[in-house]
């Protein structure tokens, strides 16, 4: 197994397991403060909760080690066909893969879960050192954190599973090629995927309005939002090798018409899955942000706007909110963490893959100044389109997820979104130091390789 074509899924699977096994680990301290029946009934509540966060950030992970997987394996199609060519079947390479996810899995839950136990129990001491908690026998682990651990194990194989599908479309004849990539006019081809894609798409936006007319009546409209923006955004997922291109093409126009910025461009939408594999986490994790963070703003308007709400009740109200909005942020800021982390590395390990394309381009005639900016152009064209589309998707998903529960509650009727701009501000900029953290180690990379050794036959 190649370390560091693993690396990213290495971190990745250990933050998912860290942020799992600290949360439940938090979960049993809590149970311990409160002792008894009430400690386990409180404790009950709160891994209901957790459930839902530990499921976000391993569902991310999962996104971000197939597309990871997918790139790794499309860097080695030649290697592959080689293989091929001498006998190897495709199962067995593609079993040689799914070990390989199998043993990132189990390395980086052991790593994650190991170090949220002793930070959990480092805190702990500290805390109770310091006089802020009491100095009671607190479990030092929590028999429980088993389970975030095996969570992450299994979804790492299952992405490293449907990352190697590529293993079968690779022929011998592709050993005389580098990597291999569909290029847009396949991905347009794929009829039953495209369909598939656009009736789950069409039909959740379908269910989330209908979310928010049933939530004019009744909070259960919630269920049915829920379900449409569940049912929707997979279709947006599965179908980003469609949607990607045509975002990446706006953006990329948007650069400028230097030789690098049209490279860029053009680069990005030539092979959409490579381009969407590199930037459909990030969209994940923007999306929940904005979501969380608009939902929230949405409820504070409606509160303002509410019948039979005093000020003190809405102050009160308002203050809950921003407490436990805070909270929530911070639990779901994680997932968005674990997507920058997996593009940082598709960036890094497609930059790997084009050796011979860059040194092409050195060869006739670009500066490494040309190559450096192209690869950081690619960047923030690609952190630009996953961060507004993101931004997109949780203006509705956030503006229908507080419509749908409150409407008939605050009886407000249908209240405009509310568009969190200094969340939106810090989210942009969090994105253009994402972009030029991204492209700064490929970039040098790609600039540190002699045209001469880069085109070499291999």
């Known amino acids: 197994m190649r370390i560091r074509e693993h690396a990213s899924s290495l971190v990745v699977s250990a933050l998912s397991a860290f942020f799992g096994t600290g949360l439940v680990q938090a979960t049993g301290l809590i149970a311990d403060l409160f002792g008894g029946n009430e400690g386990e009934q409180v404790r009950t509540a709160l891994l209901s909760v957790a459930t839902v966060f530990i499921g976000l950030a391993v569902y991310t992970g999962a996104v971000v080690t197939a597309n990871t997987f997918g790139t790794i394996i499309a860097g080695r199609s030649r290697t592959i066909a080689l293989l091929r060519l001498v006998g190897a079947s495709a199962a067995r390479l593609r079993r040689s893969v799914a070990l390989e996810g199998l043993a990132v899995g189990a390395v980086g839950a052991v790593l994650g879960a190991a170090a949220a136990v002793l930070?959990?129990?480092?805190?702990?001491?500290?805390r109770v050192d310091a006089g802020d908690l009491p100095d009671?026998?607190?479990?030092?682990?929590?028999?429980?954190?088993?389970?975030?651990?095996?969570?992450?194990v299994a979804t790492?194989?299952?992405?490293?599973?449907?990352?190697?599908?590529?293993v079968l479309e690779v022929t011998p004849i592709q050993a005389t090629a580098g990597a291999q990539e569909p290029p847009v006019e396949a991905a347009r081809r794929r009829i039953v995927r495209n369909a598939i894609a656009a009736v789950l798409a069409l039909g959740g936006a379908a269910l989330l309005g209908l979310g928010v007319v049933v939530g004019l009546v009744s909070p259960l409209g919630l269920l049915v939002a829920f379900l449409g923006g569940i049912v929707s955004f997979t279709g947006i997922?599965?179908?980003?090798?469609?949607?990607?291109?045509?975002?990446?093409?706006?953006?990329?126009?948007?650069?400028?018409?230097?030789?690098?910025?049209?490279?860029?461009?053009a680069n990005a939408v030539r092979y959409p899955e490579r381009s969407t594999r590199s930037t459909i986490g990030l969209v994940i994790g923007v999306t929940l942000v904005v979501t969380f963070a608009v939902a929230a703003s949405s409820y504070a308007s409606m509160l303002g706007v509410a019948d039979g709400l005093s000020e003190e009740q809405v102050a009160q109200s308002n203050r809950v909110l921003a407490i436990t909005i805070g909270i929530?942020?911070?639990?779901?800021?994680?997932?968005a963490v674990i997507a920058a982390v997996g593009m940082v590395n598709?960036?890094?390990?497609?930059?790997?893959?084009?050796?011979?394309?860059?040194?092409?381009?050195?060869?006739?005639?670009?500066?490494g100044r040309q190559?450096?900016?192209m690869i950081v152009a690619e960047s923030m064209q690609m952190v630009a389109a996953a961060v507004g589309l993101g931004v997109l998707l949780g203006l509705v998903y956030g503006w229908a997820a507080a419509q749908s529960l409150?409407?008939?509650?605050?009886?407000t009727g249908i209240v405009l979104p509310v568009v969190p701009w200094p969340l939106l501000g810090a989210v942009v900029l969090g994105g253009a130091v994402l972009a030029l953290a991204a492209s700064a180690a490929p970039a040098r990379r790609a600039i540190a390789v002699s045209p001469v050794r880069a085109l070499e036959v291999r």
């Open 346 to 367: 598709n960036l890094s390990l497609v930059v790997l893959q084009r050796t011979r394309e860059l040194g092409l381009l050195r060869a006739l005639g670009f500066t």
């Open 119 to 126: 930070a959990a129990n480092g805190i702990v001491r500290w």
């Open 136 to 152: 009671i026998a607190y479990r030092v682990i929590d028999p429980l954190v088993v389970l975030p651990m095996l969570a992450v």
């Open 328 to 335: 929530l942020s911070a639990l779901v800021g994680f997932s």
């Open 156 to 166: 790492t194989w299952l992405a490293s599973v449907v990352g190697s599908r590529r």
């Open 237 to 265: 997922v599965l179908g980003a090798y469609l949607v990607m291109p045509a975002t990446l093409g706006f953006v990329g126009r948007l650069l400028g018409r230097s030789a690098p910025a049209r490279l860029a461009a």
């Open 371 to 373: 190559v450096r900016g």
């Open 406 to 411: 409150l409407a008939s509650i605050l009886r």
